[in-house]
């Protein structure tokens, strides 16, 4: 029998990142997956969101292709991770918290960090940085203050199970 607590828990980034990647699994689309958690300074969890259409819009009827006309692309529709999380927030003041995304936010969904009052990102990839939208988001973050960092760990994955083994 252990006599002493365990070692290997989750530091508080990799819990909250975890809650953000978990929360991309909720998503419809069939390109990208994206979640995003919202916590406080106390480290609970304010918000969480993901990449999908707006409510009462039927993700049967509306578009998900990434290339062709406008309007028959997902992309007029979508609503990203991070607002879904903002929206989604158990508290309209976010001042302070940070927000936890599996992509470096593009420029509208920056904007609304900005405004909600969120003062860190902490994102996973950011593997669009040599786009517009990335540039300009990372412009505003500079000028309002808002930190932003890429998460860091040693771990290579966290496992679930739904089943317990044995």
Known sequence: M????RTDFLSWDEYFMAV????????????TRVGACVADSDNKIVGV??????????????????EGAYLDTKYPYVCHAELNAV???TSRNL????????????NECTKVIIQSGIGEIVYLSDKYRQTDSVKA???????????????????????????EEG
């Open 2 to 5: 252990e006599s002493g607590k």
């Open 20 to 31: 953000a990647l978990l929360s991309g699994w909720r998503s419809k689309d069939p390109n």
């Open 49 to 66: 969101g993901y990449n999908g259409f707006p409510w009462g819009c039927s993700d049967d009827e509306l578009p998900w292709s990434r």
């Open 87 to 89: 929206l989604n927030a």
């Open 95 to 106: 001042s302070g918290c940070r927000i936890y995304v599996a992509l470096f936010p593009c």
């Open 137 to 163: 988001s990372k412009v505003m973050l500079e000028k309002s203050g808002v930190l932003y960092r890429q998460f860091t760990t040693e771990r290579e994955a966290v496992l679930l199970a739904f089943r």
